[in-house]
């Protein structure tokens, strides 16, 4: 176990950064190691500087933390570099919708699915191209631990690109999901364990089971699930799951997320007429919203505590179930202590028999000697695989068109996505978004 870790926080002004403080606080691992947080903003980066020393107060580890606008500052030297980056986060976002809607084009959350994820992915692409070019110079051997969407785009261009950066995706998805259902069936977080796989933000449930039994408790969840008004009804501040029902009557099997995510990649939204039916509606006007009350000042205010409006789940947001998985392979890979995930974004690797081994999933991993190796599942059922293996295939068009600087593949996976119904709408959609982000598509001549 190496002494005095550097841990790098890249995107410091981000809500993730005091979940990654909140567990340096005990573990022998994250004792004298450096904490580097690293913001483009001053204002975010001084706000991450005072929340994270008021955690890091209460813990009994010394953890020196450091601050930097530099790039190269912060990753000299680092042995695990966390991003959760992102350049004009909801500005860029509401654009994203209106230039699609421009081009008859109407999407939800357009995070990580529909032309709104392909662009968005090509976007950071080039953002974290610079990223992984200094981290070649000066961490060679760091791991690099993501949080940034679109995740399985940019897991797919780590993983073909920068082949020598040995990268993870983290996403709360499945994990934060099954908390907030354990709560809302009646139950404590952590009691239900799940078995999923697919393409990030689009896991299917395998199986599930309450903790400490040997019995599958699948029959009993579907009778829960299909019973309980969160299922039925829309609530404030509770992630709808009407669709996420429908997506199960219709296929057989349970889609884990939340139906903002899923629909991302389900083109059955197409008529925003519909939307209401579910009790959806776009998240553009969200977005622009936030673009005029200066979103960089909200983020800053609710890393501080202000203005923070509490949901009614999770019930203790503390409660240590939902902390974040980063720190904890942290610890497996410095101790070689061999520790179980329930979903992790790597490669595929057998985990599911009916999808390319080398694409990117989202699925259990164990990390042993090491490294981070996915666990077998099974099959998917011919639809759930098929729209897991399309968004493969997209996101493999998408960081290779990123990559080479490809207007050609960039419209070609616009024409796969299943948003997208004609080419005239993919080669218009292209040109807008080309001539929008020409200053961030820095690959592209």
């Known amino acids: 176990m190496k002494k005095d870790l550097k841990l790098t926080m890249l995107g410091a002004g981000s ?4 979940t990654i403080a909140k567990e340096l606080l005990t573990d022998p691992v994250f004792e004298n190691c450096r904490l580097m947080l690293m913001d483009v903003s001053q204002e975010r980066l001084a706000a991450a500087d005072q929340a994270v020393s008021e955690v890091l107060a209460k813990g009994k580890n010394h953890v020196s933390l450091l ?15 966390i991003t959760s980056c992102e350049k004009k986060r909801y500005e860029y976002w509401a654009q994203d919708f209106q230039i699609a809607e421009k081009h008859g084009v ?15 992915g090509m976007r950071n692409i080039c953002l974290y ?11 060679p051997d760091a791991w690099l631990m993501n949080f940034s969407n679109p995740m399985s785009i940019l897991c797919t261009y780590f993983k ?11 996403c709360h998805q499945v994990h934060g999901t099954f908390g907030l259902i354990a709560e809302e069936l009646g139950m404590e977080p952590g009691e239900l364990q799940v078995i999923t796989a697919g393409v990030n933000h689009m896991n ?3 199986d599930i089971r309450k903790r400490n039994t040997r019995e599958s408790c699948m029959a009993e969840f579907i009778e829960k699930m299909r019973a309980s008004k969160y299922w039925n009804e829309v609530f404030p501040s509770i ?9 199960y009557e219709t296929f057989g099997m349970y889609p884990v997320g939340y139906d903002e995510h899923i629909v991302e990649y389900l083109p059955f939204f197409q008529d925003p007429e519909e939307w209401k039916k579910w009790g959806l509606k776009s998240l553009r006007e969200f977005y622009e919203n936030l673009t005029k009350k200066k979103s960089h000042t909200l983020e800053t205010q609710r890393l501080l505590g202000k203005n923070y409006s509490k949901p009614p789940f999770p019930v203790n947001p503390d409660h240590p179930y939902y902390a974040e998985n980063p720190c904890k392979v942290i610890t497996a890979l410095e101790t070689n202590t061999p520790l179980y995930f329930d979903a992790i974004n790597i490669r595929n690797n057998g985990a599911v028999d009916n999808l ?6 989202d699925v259990p991993a164990l990390a042993i000697g090491g490294e981070v190796r996915s666990i077998h599942v099974g099959k998917l059922p011919a639809a759930p695989c098929e729209l897991c293996r399309r968004q493969t295939v997209i996101h493999e068009m998408v960081a290779q068109a990123a990559a080479e600087g490809s207007d050609s593949l960039a419209v070609q996976a616009l024409c796969l996505d299943p948003y997208v119904a004609s080419l005239t709408q993919a080669r218009g959609i292209w040109a807008d978004y080309r001539q929008a982000y020409r200053e961030e598509l820095t690959t592209f001549k």
């Open 15 to 18: 809500g993730f950064v005091l």
């Open 67 to 81: 601050t930097t606008t530099s790039l190269d500052e912060a990753l000299d030297g680092a042995d695990y570099v």
């Open 106 to 120: 109407f999407q939800v959350k357009a995070e990580n699915g529909g032309p709104g994820g392909i662009i968005h």
């Open 129 to 139: 191209r610079e990223i992984l070019l200094r981290m070649e110079k000066l961490c």
């Open 160 to 170: 073909n690109y920068f082949p020598k950066i040995k990268a993870l995706g983290f």
């Open 204 to 206: 299917w449930l395998f």
């Open 239 to 247: 992630p709808e799951q009407r669709y996420t029902k429908e997506v």
């Open 356 to 361: 390319p081994p080398d694409v990117i999933l």
